[in-house]
Nanobody, 123 residues
Framework: QVLLVESGGGLVQAGGSLRLSCAAS????????MAWFRQAPGKEREFVAA????????YYADSVKGRFTISRDNAKNTVYLQMNSLKSEDTAVYYC????????????????WGQGTQVTVSS
C-alpha cells in the first residue's frame, strides 16, 4: 500500500509559477514510477508528466512541455511538479499517482493516487 499526499496548489495569475509536492509513504519509493495527472471540471483526467524510478527518464504531455518540470527526491520520498508560465487552461485538480509498473500515460495503469490539490490560474 502507498499513501500519497499532495500539497502546493493554490491561486496564481497567468504567467506565474507554482510548485506541487507529493509525499509518499508505505512502500519503497525508489521502486515507484511517479506521475502527475490533472482533471478540469467536466473533463476526463489527463496525463501531465511522469518520472522513472531513478529519475533518469521523464515524460510530458505536449501541452506542458517546456513549462512544467517533474523531479523526485528519493531521500525524501517526494516528487515535485514545477509549473512555470501558467495559463488559464492549466486550471484543474492535480493528482499524484504511483505504480511500480504503470501503463505509460494511462491513468488506469496507476494503482495509487493522492487526494488531489486544486490549481487555479486567473487570467
Amino acid at each position: 500500500q502507498v499513501l500519497l499526499v499532495e500539497s502546493g496548489g493554490g491561486l496564481v495569475q497567468a504567467g506565474g509559477s507554482l510548485r506541487l509536492s507529493c509525499a509518499a509513504s508505505g512502500r519503497t519509493f525508489r521502486n515507484l514510477v511517479m506521475a502527475w495527472f490533472r482533471q478540469a471540471p467536466g473533463k476526463e483526467r489527463e496525463f501531465v508528466a511522469a518520472l522513472s524510478q531513478s529519475g533518469g527518464m521523464t515524460y510530458y504531455a505536449d501541452s506542458v512541455k517546456g513549462r512544467f518540470t517533474i523531479s523526485r527526491d528519493n531521500a525524501k520520498n517526494t516528487v515535485y511538479l514545477q509549473m512555470n508560465s501558467l495559463k488559464s487552461e492549466d486550471t484543474a485538480v492535480y493528482y499524484c499517482a504511483a505504480d511500480p509498473s504503470p501503463r505509460a500515460a494511462d491513468p488506469g495503469g496507476y494503482g495509487y493516487w493522492g487526494q488531489g490539490t486544486q490549481v487555479t490560474v486567473s487570467s
